[in-house]
């Protein structure tokens, strides 16, 4: 597929880039840029947005259309969609709403079938989020994360990178960067360290996050102690990352698994 196909749509105020490629009866809306080499396949629509160069929007897919919120009045807001990401067939990327404006999504994501992003979120680079997920508004997710089928993540909840969550998991609360979770409600089953090797962090600093969570979560300490000691005593930047991410969380940080429920596996 090459151009613009002669069924397709394309608002005047839109631009399009000669590389892109638009599908048979897609809709291009208002205030669009699409980027070099993106295809938009049939029937999809994308308004409101800025796509950069090289995604792939499947057929039916939703790109920056209206969120989904009562208190949304038609303001000229957008969606923002970085380079080489993957949107499958029935996604939804809604736009901001009046409260921030603008929902922001990084490069290399893939969004597969039927899962929705709400208003609003900000998601990373490299973020992999399976078929039927719902993330409701205001989320944040963290680099290289990665968010199992049918998961349902509470507006205002903070993931961050590299976490991995499991099939099914209900998340209320916020997830530090590195971990796993599972369960409605989630918790903590320890950390993805598939993750991080994939990521290439040394042994030293997988030891280091190691010792961090065991800190954090499983010695019992009260929990302004144990970041107070890895803030003072850790050299590591990502002990760091999490003990920022803990110190600045409003929703309350996911606790760990306990007993049978803390050996059960973490599936996507």
Not at 7 to 24: D, E, F, M, Q
Not at 144 to 167: D, N, P, S
Request: aromatic content about 6%; charged content about 20%.
């Amino acid at each position: 597929m090459s151009g613009i196909h002669p069924s397709a749509v394309v608002h005047p105020s839109s631009k399009i880039a000669p590389s892109a490629a638009i599908g048979p009866y897609a809709v291009i809306g208002e205030e669009t840029f699409i980027g070099a080499g993106t295809t938009v396949g049939a029937h999809a629509v994308v308004e409101f947005a800025t796509v950069g160069k090289n995604n792939r929007i499947h057929p039916g897919s939703y790109v920056g259309t209206p969120p989904q919120d009562l208190k949304y009045a038609g303001e000229r807001t957008r969606l923002t969609l970085g380079d080489n990401n993957t949107v499958r067939e029935c996604v939804t990327l809604n736009r901001g709403t009046a409260a921030t404006g603008e929902t922001r999504i990084g490069s290399g994501c893939l969004f597969m079938a039927n899962s929705h992003v709400a208003h609003d979120c900000r998601i990373g680079n490299g973020v992999i989020v399976v078929n039927s997920v719902g993330i409701a508004g205001h989320v944040e997710i963290g680099d290289f994360t990665v968010v199992g089928g049918i998961v349902g993540i509470h507006q205002f909840a903070r993931i961050g990178r590299y976490c991995m969550l499991g099939g099914g998991s209900m998340v209320n609360m916020d997830i530090p960067s590195f971990c796993m979770c599972q369960g409605d409600r989630a918790k903590l089953r320890g950390l993805n360290l598939l993750g991080m090797r994939r990521a290439g962090l040394s042994r030293e600093t997988v030891a280091a996050i190691k010792d961090a969570y065991k800190t954090l979560f499983l010695s019992g300490a009260p929990r302004e102690a144990a970041l107070a000691q890895l803030k003072a005593g850790s050299p590591f930047p990502e002990v760091q990352e999490m003990v920022s991410f803990i110190e600045r969380s409003k929703r309350g940080i996911t606790r760990p698994a306990v007993g049978e429920e803390a050996q059960e596996e973490v599936t996507l």
